[in-house]
């Protein structure tokens, strides 16, 4: 038998045992994406309002993601009236801590992320109780998608009160700290 006689006959036993080789190995087929199938998987992750998305197997690894930006709403404060009861000896104790907790002006998280004291774990806080701060300050870091937002006091005063714990998630709109103007 010839050489070409016999990578012809190799061919066909390639080609009869489907994706399996001349030594019985499985050869896997080349997976890859073109630009269009990875446009409209952008497009389905769009869609569904995803802001990250990955896939991954043997042969390839798809990642996508978006920077979705905060809008800012500042709501007018609700004031609601409720009837006083009559003072007790615990609602008296209670009631000189309840005003000077509504006259704080509080820092609200503008976005959702990981709340950060400091610029790093071994850097001191930006701020702490009793920290004067102007309205360009920056208090605190929330780290939103791997980006560090620094977070400014926007009030002049001074912080009479940490509401979040180093490290912690924090919601949009949540309390960060109170000044005392």
């Known amino acids: 038998m010839s050489d070409k006689t016999?990578?012809?006959?190799?061919?066909?036993n390639d080609k009869s045992e489907g994706t399996k080789g001349r030594h019985g190995k499985k050869h896997e087929p080349e997976a890859s994406l073109n630009m269009d199938e990875l446009r409209e998987l952008a497009e389905l992750v769009n869609e569904h309002g995803f802001t990250d998305f990955e896939f991954e197997n043997?042969?390839?690894?798809v990642r996508?993601?978006?920077q979705?930006?905060?809008q800012v709403v500042q709501a007018a404060p609700v004031q609601v009236q409720q009837a006083a009861p009559a003072a007790t000896p615990a609602t008296a104790e209670a009631a000189p801590a309840a005003p000077a907790e509504e006259e704080l002006h509080k820092i609200t998280s503008p976005i959702v992320g990981t709340f950060?004291?400091?610029?790093g774990p071994d850097k001191e806080p930006y701020v702490k109780e009793g920290s004067k701060v102007t309205p360009d300050s920056?208090?605190?870091i929330v780290e939103a998608m791997k980006l560090m937002n620094e977070i400014q006091a926007e009030?002049?005063?001074e912080i009479v009160k940490i509401y979040v714990e180093n490290g912690q998630p924090v919601e949009y709109g949540q309390p960060l700290f109170g000044i005392r103007k």
């Open 6 to 12: 016999a990578s012809a006959k190799a061919m066909e």
């Open 68 to 70: 979705v930006t905060a």
């Open 155 to 157: 009030a002049s005063g």
């Open 64 to 66: 996508l993601s978006k």
């Open 116 to 119: 950060y004291r400091a610029p």
């Open 138 to 140: 920056v208090v605190c």
């Open 58 to 61: 043997e042969n390839i690894r």
